[in-house]
């Protein structure tokens, strides 16, 4: 089945798709995105997605291509027509098209948008249940990882680094071993006196929308949650240590490099947090598109 493609005001089908070649976005990454989860039928983290796609285009002093009614007819119908249960949609607004110059163009030009869909959410059950290993790689990114801009080569690089090593992620850390987070999900860990710990979110992460939900649920179960930075050192010699985001769900680490976390098996808090986790999303109504 052909995928469609919402671009600049037409659906059409992906493989008929395309943006110009003066793109703001194609020529210096003047782009911001969001991916939500589709969990059957109906948008994860609606709210918070939308409410992060608007801050990341204040950041870059970019205008809203829609209001968030129409983007929203725009996302209902990319998920109607592409008939998800559970996938993915993915929004993309680039500042627009203009001769390349790198300063801003003239309020005349419009932003670009793209929406796009895709089939599967989430990693298998059993990925989660075996726990997966990761790799350490030095967060190379700039100064401002809270704005979601599609400017993801560094990401990129740690993400192929973890793949080269068979690693599930590359948990990324500054010259000081301080983890922010990892190439593509959010970093946690659990103290030996079970304190859920995760940084901050300041400018050295993406605030991950399913980090925010995971907080609030650990905290309703009672769990003591922690928001600071902490050490690769930490890491290693954590009790549990986990990751989250919008594909990643609540994801149990049982290797970092070549050393097992623990006892090597899926840390039993990160495995409650999933299943509390997933438990919210079955719950999911048609207000999920509410915002
Ligand atoms: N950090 C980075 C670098 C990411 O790319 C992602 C995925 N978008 C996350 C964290 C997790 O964010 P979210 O929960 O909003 O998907």
């Given at each position: 089945?052909?995928?469609?493609?919402?671009?600049?005001?037409?659906?059409?089908?992906?493989?008929?798709?395309?943006?110009?070649?003066?793109?703001?976005?194609?020529?210096?990454?003047?782009?911001?995105?969001?991916?939500?989860c589709?969990?059957?039928?109906?948008?994860?983290?609606?709210?918070?997605?939308?409410?992060?796609?608007?801050?990341?285009l204040a950041?870059?002093?970019?205008?809203?291509?829609?209001?968030?009614g129409?983007?929203?007819?725009?996302?209902?119908?990319?998920?109607r027509?592409n008939?998800?249960d559970?996938?993915t949609?993915?929004?993309?607004v680039?500042?627009g098209?203009?001769?390349?110059?790198?300063?801003?163009?003239?309020?005349?030009?419009?932003?670009?948008v793209?929406?796009?869909?895709?089939?599967g959410?989430?990693s298998p059950?059993?990925?989660?249940?075996?726990?997966?290993?990761?790799?350490t790689?030095?967060?190379?990114?700039?100064?401002r990882?809270?704005?979601?801009?599609?400017?993801?080569?560094?990401?990129?690089l740690?993400k192929?680094?973890?793949t080269?090593?068979?690693a599930?992620?590359?948990?990324?850390?500054?010259?000081?071993?301080?983890?922010?987070?990892?190439?593509?999900?959010?970093?946690w860990?659990?103290?030996?006196?079970?304190?859920?710990?995760?940084?901050?979110a300041?400018?050295?992460?993406?605030?991950?929308?399913?980090?925010?939900?995971?907080?609030?649920i650990?905290r309703a179960a009672?769990?003591q949650?922690?928001?600071?930075?902490?050490?690769?050192?930490?890491?290693?010699?954590?009790?549990?240590?986990?990751?989250?985001?919008?594909?990643?769900?609540v994801?149990?680490?049982?290797?970092?490099?070549?050393?097992?976390?623990a006892?090597?098996?899926p840390?039993?808090?990160?495995?409650?947090?999933?299943q509390?986790?997933?438990?919210?999303?079955?719950?999911?109504?048609?207000?999920?598109?509410?915002?």
């Amino acid at each position: 089945m052909s995928h469609i493609a919402y671009v600049n005001g037409r659906y059409l089908p992906q493989k008929h798709a395309s943006v110009h070649i003066e793109d703001r976005g194609y020529q210096f990454a003047d782009g911001i995105y969001e991916v939500i989860c589709i969990w059957n039928g109906l948008p994860v983290d609606y709210a918070g997605h939308l409410a992060r796609l608007n801050r990341s285009l204040a950041e870059l002093s970019m205008r809203s291509p829609a209001s968030a009614g129409a983007l929203t007819l725009i996302l209902k119908e990319i998920v109607r027509r592409n008939h998800i249960d559970k996938g993915t949609i993915y929004i993309q607004v680039n500042r627009g098209v203009a001769p390349r110059a790198h300063a801003f163009p003239g309020e005349g030009v419009k932003p670009s948008v793209v929406v796009t869909a895709k089939h599967g959410a989430g990693s298998p059950e059993s990925v989660a249940e075996a726990g997966v290993k990761v790799i350490t790689a030095v967060d190379q990114r700039w100064d401002r990882c809270d704005i979601k801009s599609v400017g993801l080569l560094a990401n990129a690089l740690a993400k192929q680094a973890a793949t080269e090593a068979k690693a599930y992620e590359a948990l990324l850390h500054t010259s000081d071993g301080t983890v922010t987070e990892a190439s593509v999900s959010n970093a946690w860990m659990v103290t030996p006196d079970k304190v859920i710990v995760t940084h901050p979110a300041t400018q050295a992460i993406l605030g991950g929308i399913t980090r925010a939900t995971v907080i609030k649920i650990a905290r309703a179960a009672g769990y003591q949650v922690k928001e600071r930075p902490f050490t690769l050192a930490e890491a290693r010699k954590a009790k549990e240590v986990f990751l989250t985001g919008t594909t990643t769900f609540v994801m149990p680490v049982v290797q970092i490099d070549e050393r097992p976390v623990a006892n090597g098996a899926p840390g039993t808090i990160a495995l409650d947090l999933r299943q509390r986790y997933r438990a919210f999303m079955d719950g999911l109504t048609e207000t999920a598109w509410n915002v």
